[in-house]
């Protein structure tokens, strides 16, 4: 068990993510890792957090540890997509 973590804390559960998430997804579809018409998504473009696929997705990536998310003083300070390039 980690008792303190200098850089934050890892989130490790979407439901922890204060910042909107649709934002992110969109960024994630310009990298080809989802598709997902957010312009002409009902949900997305009145809701900030996004609908369950948008959820769905983004915890798919937390729970592979290809994207990072860290919390310092109750805020996201840092969001890092993790790759595998060789």
Do not use: W
Request: charged share 30%; proline share 7%; net charge negative.
């Amino acid at each position: 068990m980690v008792q303190d973590c200098p850089k934050g804390h890892l989130i490790l559960d979407i439901q922890h993510v204060r910042t909107p998430l649709v934002p992110i997804h969109t960024d994630l579809c310009k990298l080809a890792l989802f598709e997902h018409d957010h312009a002409a998504c009902e949900v997305c473009s009145i809701d900030p957090r996004g609908y369950k696929k948008v959820k769905d997705d983004i915890q798919g990536l937390l729970s592979q540890r290809k994207l990072t998310i860290t919390r310092k003083d109750d805020e996201v300070c840092v969001i890092v997509p993790e790759f595998n390039i060789p």
